[in-house]
């Protein structure tokens, strides 16, 4: 029986001609064409991984680190959570030339060092040859190296004690994840932490596949020093991240950026409960936010700013995929067996319980959001006049 994971080698959409040349001596980043297998090695610093059958490398137009062409020191990006967001960073750094480590588990890390990571774009589908490993203490991780954290919230705990064992704390951690309790349970352990909001339309529903729906730019990804400032590494690590063709820019006040993505996110688990959403639902959740952020004296970037900084950022469609839904509805339809609305509505019921502000719409859904998993449930086992009727009750 053919292996499942080779039946995209004949579906989707190749790698435009453009973006592939022949594989010279010099080597270069691995990116291989899904329809054109032939054997090749994996090779990372520090890492040597093993041959796959099956494949053919080629090179993409950049072929030496993008980083050096503006005289930047270039780290090495370890990315810890190769998920959908991470898949896509990693991909899109590997593609530019960047020195590229995913971290990633189960059966994606299994078809990630069999197969390479499948990467889907408007404009591309190829395999690439980015090495990966299982756990933290296998990436030999350097205090110079980016560690880009994006799991999701409630592994955060775990990944970080595992990254701290691994390599003290000296590692360099920046917190690409929604929410904002991330940068805080890092900053334990690490001083060097970091925010960074993730305004990026990408997906993760199959082992080794990661799919990012944006033409152009292919996300917006701007970084600062937690709990504010800039640095010298933000700045290398933004103008690494443009190369790649992000949007990225540092930001001395990033937590405030993070604040106003989580009013969007308290919507992810209507999404994952009712398969869709309710203005009047996200108009009362974003409501009672914004009165928990005044009592805490939390500044949040106002949503002209917001919609500034994604005017680039465009949805475009990828042949073969079509886009489900956010992070929370991406982890109903995987069966993970977790969700992440602790930290996301569980962040404004704690400010409503710290601040004595009411919060019942945000309570209802985190009660809902945990139902989902506790239960087993799946996208639209509850109605949505179900959730308006609890949520929007006098």
């Known amino acids: ?74 780290v090495r990006f370890v990315i810890y959570g190769a998920g959908g967001i991470g898949g896509t960073i990693g991909a899109r750094l590997h593609l530019a030339g960047f020195d590229v480590v995913l ?30 490993v299982a756990h933290p203490r296998d990436a030999a991780i350097r205090p ?37 309790e991330n940068e805080r349970l890092a900053l334990r352990r690490f001083p060097h932490t970091y925010g960074m909001v993730v305004m990026l339309p990408a997906e993760h529903l199959e082992p080794g596949v990661v799919v990012n729906f944006a033409e152009g730019t292919a996300g917006g990804l701007d970084t600062g020093c937690y709990p504010t400032g800039v640095d010298a590494f933000v700045e290398e690590l933004t103008t690494a991240l443009v190369d790649a063709g992000f949007s990225s820019a540092p930001d001395p006040a990033i937590m405030g950026q993070k604040y106003a993505k989580l009013l969007a996110n308290l919507n992810n688990a ?32 106002n949503a002209e700013d917001t919609r500034a900084r994604r005017a680039d950022i465009r949805g475009g469609d ?18 993970t067996g977790d969700i992440e609305t602790d930290f ?9 319980r710290l601040h004595g502000v009411p919060v019942p719409a945000n309570t209802v859904v985190q009660e809902i959001g945990n139902r989902l998993v506790r239960e087993d449930l799946s996208p639209g086992d509850i109605t949505i006049d179900e959730l308006e009727a609890r949520v929007l009750k006098p």
């Open 1 to 74: 029986m053919p292996d499942p994971h080779l039946r995209h080698q004949r579906l989707g959409r190749a790698a435009a001609d453009d973006d592939l040349q022949p594989l010279s001596q010099g080597g270069g980043i691995g990116l291989r064409h899904p329809q054109r297998p032939q054997p090749a090695a994996r090779v990372a610093v520090g890492i040597a991984l093993p041959a796959a059958e099956g494949r053919r490398s080629v090179r993409g137009r950049v072929s030496r680190r993008a980083g050096a062409r503006r005289g930047i020191r270039v």
């Open 103 to 132: 971290i990633a588990r189960g059966k994606h890390f299994e078809a990630i060092r069999r197969h390479g990571l499948r990467f889907v774009s408007p404009t591309r589908d190829v395999f690439l040859d980015v090495p990966c």
């Open 144 to 180: 110079d190296d980016a560690v880009i954290l994006c799991m999701k919230g409630q592994h955060t705990e775990a990944a970080l004690r595992d990254l701290y064992a691994a390599v003290g704390d000296q590692a360099r951690v920046v917190c690409c994840q929604n929410g904002v």
């Open 270 to 301: 209507v999404q994952a409960a009712t398969g869709t959403g309710s203005r009047a639902v996200a108009a009362k959740l974003r409501e009672e936010a914004l009165a928990c952020y005044r009592a805490a004296g939390i500044d949040c970037a």
């Open 318 to 335: 990828v042949p073969g995929h079509r886009r489900h839904g956010g992070s929370s509805l991406q982890s109903m339809l995987r069966g």
């Open 344 to 352: 996301m509505n569980g962040e404004i019921v704690l400010l409503g």
